[in-house]
């Protein structure tokens, strides 16, 4: 029986928008819907023509994904009969392999991310089979289990949040197999990191704003606050603030304590933004309105910029505000980022990982990566110069 519940996988991940070529995105989703063991050895694939009917991509698309699939050893073709999910390791030999699983693929952050670990493995003669989780434990429990039984000899993981150390992923760290935490600590587990300093941007861009002239400024977040990468830019606000004299706020928070993610094609967050956008426009008309607003990330800041213009303020006139993270939408908007450079991210986690499987496993290692403020119109103050005229 043919199987077309991977057509319905890999409509749904399938992103027309993404710089990675689309024979490639249906052979990575091909690899992950088999890795996750709801497409066993022996299920029928769907013809070429089911395919590109389904996808509404070429015919020549299709084929190239199915016959990189098969010269990896994925699936097996049976004259007359059709494509089948192959039953034993093709002609590529097992330690070919390298689990690698996001939260969230949607982000032109995380695509930059992946695109340069793809390129240091490929060189090295490695073959990724990326994954995406959607920010649910249990799927990336799955996924991990089905790696493992892919026999990858090396995971990058871009964990999902939790408060539970009950996963497989703690399992996998203290296992032969090295695992290379992507850009986030997860409490519990020692394992090599590779991420950007998350602390010393949060202090920079702060710094960026007092220099402007602001004085009151608030950090605002979605929960969970306890997510490492936004832990760490609250812990560099609080920082800043107290270098320059200045009381640091409570953090603001919004959303439900799940982590969200950000959908590229609707340029929006995956989160109830009705709900969202009416607590920080109620925020922003109450007498706790700051002179600045430090968004824990792009995706935050772009919400901002939607509540601040329903309740008719201006940015930077009435409310300056910065982001994180540089997305695409960054310098349309005009919005005062963080750069973590994802690009070279993603090389470094690919290069840590090459390292312990080589061998070089003696201890835990951290690298931590700069980041680069990208100074936009979102956060200059525009009464500057009439202060410090009348400082003089």
């Known amino acids: 029986m043919i199987n077309c519940e991977v057509i319905t996988y890999i409509k749904t991940h399938l992103s027309k928008e993404s710089p990675i070529p689309l024979y490639q995105q249906i052979l990575n989703l091909v690899r992950a819907y088999i890795a996750s063991g ?7 694939l769907p013809t070429e023509a089911e395919f590109e009917a389904e996808l509404g991509v070429s015919r020549v698309t299709v084929r190239q ?17 059709g494509t089948y999910v192959a039953g034993a ?20 952050f995380n695509t930059k991310i992946l695109l340069g670990a793809e390129n240091v493995l490929k060189t090295a003669g490695y073959y990724p089979i990326f994954c995406n989780s959607d920010g649910n434990l249990e799927t990336e429990n799955q996924l991990l289990r089905g790696l493992q039984m892919e026999n990858v000899v090396g995971f990058i993981v871009q964990a ?34 590779v991420s950007s300093d998350h602390f ?3 202090r920079a861009i702060v710094h960026h ?17 306890q997510l490492y990468s936004i832990a760490e830019r609250l812990r560099g606000y609080q920082h800043a603030m107290k270098e320059a004299g200045l009381t640091p706020r409570e953090p603001f928070t919004v959303g439900q304590p799940i982590e969200p993610g950000y959908d590229q094609r609707h340029r929006t967050l995956n989160v109830n933004e009705d709900i969202v956008l009416d607590t920080i426009s109620n925020y922003l008309l109450s007498p706790e309105r ?6 824990a990330n792009d995706g935050i800041a772009l919400l901002i910029m939607e509540a601040a213009e329903s309740v008719k303020l201006h940015i930077p006139g009435d409310l300056a505000l910065v982001g994180y993270d540089d997305l695409d939408f960054a310098s349309i908007r005009d919005l005062t980022t963080v750069d973590q450079d994802p690009y070279h991210l993603g090389i470094e986690a690919a290069n840590q990982l090459l390292r312990c499987i080589r061998g070089d496993r003696d201890h835990i290692t951290r ?10 119109g979102s956060s200059i103050n525009p009464h500057q110069k009439k202060f410090l005229g009348s400082e003089a």
Do not use: N, W
């Open 38 to 44: 709801d497409c066993p050895a022996g299920t029928r």
């Open 200 to 202: 010393e941007g949060g």
């Open 65 to 81: 994904a199915m016959s990189m699939a098969f010269k990896q050893g994925l699936v097996v073709r049976v004259a007359g009969k």
């Open 89 to 108: 390791p093709g002609i590529y030999q097992k330690q070919s392999f390298i689990g690698y699983i996001v939260h969230h693929l949607s982000s032109d």
């Open 209 to 225: 704003l007092i220099g402007q002239g602001y004085t009151d400024i608030v950090y605002l977040a979605h929960r969970p606050l």
């Open 160 to 193: 999902v949040h939790s408060e539970t150390q009950d996963r497989v992923l703690a399992e996998l760290a203290r296992g032969p197999v090295p695992v290379i935490l992507l850009d986030r600590v997860v409490p519990g587990i020692q394992a090599d990191l």
């Open 290 to 295: 700051p002179q600045a607003i430090v968004a």
């Open 367 to 376: 690298v931590i990566l700069p980041s680069k403020t990208v100074i936009r």
